[in-house]
């Protein structure tokens, strides 16, 4: 991972990307439905996650971008370049009384192996690391709980510790468009993502 000082610089312009999403045609980008809450994690590749996400009664919205490193406003060739310190991410905006937030953290847990470290299956590198990024002291509550329950599901399965971070969440910052739903325009389109085969409980 570089520290900031050994990352790339960025620019100041803002991804351009559609103003509505290509699936459930609400908007991509904020203002959001009021009462809308918002959760990003990184879970690997993300044409798969967002997928994952997209598919659950309840969620209002989904974009993929990039976060947990330094470079501002970062392109796709920046971050595979490992000199970001970015994750590739799933922002999910969704309405708390129809989804709640543990319900996205079980997905999360299930939909992937978060004992991987830097990847995911074949797709090996900083972006594919495991990680819930949290905007509130109640979702770090609800994360770090989900992670130790999840733990010792993997502890019975003899499967190995978990590697994700969880740590409060920095500015997301928009992916190219054609990332942006990707497997609903590509369908026969490449998803790395397997879980471990144990449920979260």
Same mark, same amino acid.
């Given at each position: 991972?570089?520290?900031?000082?050994?990352?790339?610089?960025?620019?100041?312009?803002?991804?351009?990307?559609?103003?509505?999403?290509?699936?459930?045609?609400?908007?991509?980008?904020?203002?959001?439905?009021p009462?809308?809450?918002?959760?990003?994690?990184?879970?690997?590749?993300?044409?798969?996650?967002?997928?994952?996400?997209?598919?659950?009664?309840?969620?209002?919205?989904?974009?993929?971008?990039?976060?947990?490193?330094?470079?501002?406003?970062?392109?796709?060739?920046?971050?595979?370049?490992?000199?970001?310190?970015?994750?590739?991410?799933?922002?999910?905006v969704?309405?708390?009384?129809?989804i709640?937030?543990?319900?996205?953290?079980?997905?999360?847990?299930?939909?992937?192996?978060?004992?991987?470290?830097?990847?995911?299956?074949?797709?090996?590198?900083?972006?594919?690391?495991?990680?819930?990024?949290v905007?509130?002291?109640?979702?770090?509550?609800? =994360? $770090? +709980?989900?992670?130790?329950? /999840?733990? @010792?599901?993997?502890?019975? &399965?003899?499967? !190995?510790?978990?590697? *994700?971070? #969880?740590?409060?969440?920095?500015?997301?910052y928009? =992916? $190219? +468009?054609?990332?942006?739903q /990707?497997? @609903?325009?590509?369908?026969? &389109?490449?998803? !790395?993502?397997?879980? *471990?085969? #144990?449920?979260?409980?």
């Open positions: 991972m570089p520290t900031r000082d050994q990352a790339l610089a960025g620019r100041d312009e803002v991804m351009a990307v559609p103003d509505r999403h290509f699936v459930l045609g609400s908007p991509l980008v904020a203002p959001f439905p009462g809308a809450e918002l959760a990003w994690f990184g879970l690997g590749c993300f044409w798969g996650a967002e997928k994952r996400f997209w598919s659950q009664d309840g969620v209002i919205s989904t974009a993929v971008g990039y976060g947990g490193g330094f470079t501002a406003n970062a392109t796709y060739q920046e971050v595979c370049s490992g000199r970001t310190g970015h994750n590739e991410l799933v922002q999910v969704f309405d708390p009384s129809r709640e937030y543990q319900d996205l953290l079980r997905l999360f847990w299930e939909s992937h192996d978060p004992t991987q470290g830097m990847r995911q299956g074949n797709d090996i590198g900083t972006q594919y690391r495991s990680g819930i990024y905007g509130s002291a109640q979702q770090r509550e609800l =994360a $770090e +709980a989900s992670r130790a329950a /999840y733990q @010792a599901r993997l502890d019975a &399965g003899r499967r !190995g510790a978990i590697t *994700t971070e #969880i740590v409060d969440a920095g500015p997301f928009y =992916a $190219e +468009a054609y990332h942006q /990707y497997l @609903a325009k590509n369908p026969g &389109g490449y998803c !790395g993502l397997g879980g *471990t085969g #144990i449920a979260f409980g």
